[in-house]
């Protein structure tokens, strides 16, 4: 079997070298490709892009670009899986005292009791505790809103149905999630205290003036602003013509004039009033 290779003359050193200088034509089209690429950019399209196009063709960009954003909505916590993996699997296995026991004691109307013992998700009182939030998420296809989901695992024992105790132990077999409209969790907008510890990126953005009045917050209001109402502080009283504390919602919608003029507490005291003779 035969090759043909080329093989690349080399030339000769003794030889002299002609250097031409570049003609009109190649300076010309140098000068407009780089016009092209200040075009480009200009256009807020980086200069890859339009090297991907030419090389792969229209076909092959829109594939790579679909394999690329498959991949990235391909990641975990896009996924509905989430919330499983917070408990699921069970790392620690073959230990009986890995998982919280409850005892619930049952009293019958014919006077009996019943004692019930399981294992349960961990305590509230320990690290983590018996409930992990995971991150929103849009329901995409069933619900269509953004959702906001609790899970807590479920501990079982396994194997089950054997007659050898001592191999039995506690494990998280299932996981049990509660889901809700993100829309409906309420924002507390009240400075950091004991009832709002934080984190909390919400926190002291009412707009309660802190020398009369003090903040309080609102159940129920959802994921929106004014969900607090403003209370008069110690030593201070609503106006004669106000019948309850300052609803948020009216501070939030408020102009600056309205601010300044209202939404105030008076100090509690005497106030004397000379009389007018006539």
Same mark, same amino acid.
């Given at each position: 079997m035969d090759f043909d290779f080329e093989k690349e003359i080399e030339p000769d050193s003794t030889q002299p070298v002609e250097v031409s200088a570049p003609s009109e034509k190649g =300076?010309?089209?140098?000068?407009?490709?780089?016009e092209r690429e200040a075009d480009k950019s200009k256009m807020g399209l980086p200069v890859e892009f339009y090297f991907c196009l030419h090389v792969m063709g229209p076909l092959g960009f829109? &594939?790579?670009? !679909?394999? !690329?954003? &498959?991949?990235?909505?391909?990641?975990?916590?896009?996924? *509905?899986? #989430? /919330?499983?993996?917070?408990?699921?699997?069970?790392?620690?296995?073959?230990?009986?005292d890995t998982k919280t026991t409850y005892i619930v004691r049952i009293r019958h109307a014919n006077n009996t009791? #019943? *004692?019930?013992?399981?294992? =349960?998700?961990?305590?509230?009182?320990?690290?983590?505790?018996?409930?992990k939030w995971v991150r929103p998420y849009f329901d995409c296809g069933r619900s269509n809103k953004w959702i906001f989901g609790a899970s807590v695992p479920v501990a079982d024992i396994y194997p089950r149905h054997t007659s050898f105790r001592h191999i039995e132990y506690p494990t998280f077999t299932a996981v049990?999630?509660?889901?809700?409209?993100?829309?409906?969790?309420?924002?507390?907008?009240?400075?950091?205290?004991?009832?709002?510890?934080?984190?909390?990126?919400? &926190? =002291?953005?009412? !707009?309660?003036?802190?020398e009369t009045t003090e903040c309080e917050p609102l159940h129920g209001y959802g994921?929106?602003?004014?969900?607090?109402?403003?209370r008069c502080n110690p030593g201070f009283r609503l106006p004669n013509v106000v019948r309850r504390p300052?609803?948020?919602?009216?501070? #939030? /919608? &408020?102009?600056?004039? #309205? !601010?300044?003029?209202?939404?105030?507490?008076v100090p509690i005291g005497c106030e004397s009033y000379l009389s007018l003779q006539i």
């Amino acid at each position: 079997m035969d090759f043909d290779f080329e093989k690349e003359i080399e030339p000769d050193s003794t030889q002299p070298v002609e250097v031409s200088a570049p003609s009109e034509k190649g =300076g010309e089209e140098a000068t407009k490709g780089v016009e092209r690429e200040a075009d480009k950019s200009k256009m807020g399209l980086p200069v890859e892009f339009y090297f991907c196009l030419h090389v792969m063709g229209p076909l092959g960009f829109l &594939a790579t670009l !679909f394999v !690329f954003v &498959a991949t990235a909505f391909a990641q975990y916590h896009w996924q *509905t899986r #989430e /919330r499983y993996r917070k408990w699921l699997p069970d790392i620690i296995k073959n230990r009986q005292d890995t998982k919280t026991t409850y005892i619930v004691r049952i009293r019958h109307a014919n006077n009996t009791n #019943e *004692t019930i013992t399981f294992h =349960g998700p961990p305590g509230p009182d320990e690290t983590p505790g018996p409930v992990k939030w995971v991150r929103p998420y849009f329901d995409c296809g069933r619900s269509n809103k953004w959702i906001f989901g609790a899970s807590v695992p479920v501990a079982d024992i396994y194997p089950r149905h054997t007659s050898f105790r001592h191999i039995e132990y506690p494990t998280f077999t299932a996981v049990s999630v509660m889901e809700m409209d993100f829309d409906r969790i309420d924002i507390n907008q009240c400075p950091l205290g004991k009832g709002n510890p934080g984190p909390n990126v919400f &926190a =002291g953005t009412d !707009f309660c003036k802190k020398e009369t009045t003090e903040c309080e917050p609102l159940h129920g209001y959802g994921f929106r602003r004014g969900g607090y109402q403003c209370r008069c502080n110690p030593g201070f009283r609503l106006p004669n013509v106000v019948r309850r504390p300052y609803l948020g919602q009216i501070l #939030e /919608r &408020a102009t600056a004039a #309205e !601010f300044e003029r209202g939404f105030n507490c008076v100090p509690i005291g005497c106030e004397s009033y000379l009389s007018l003779q006539i």
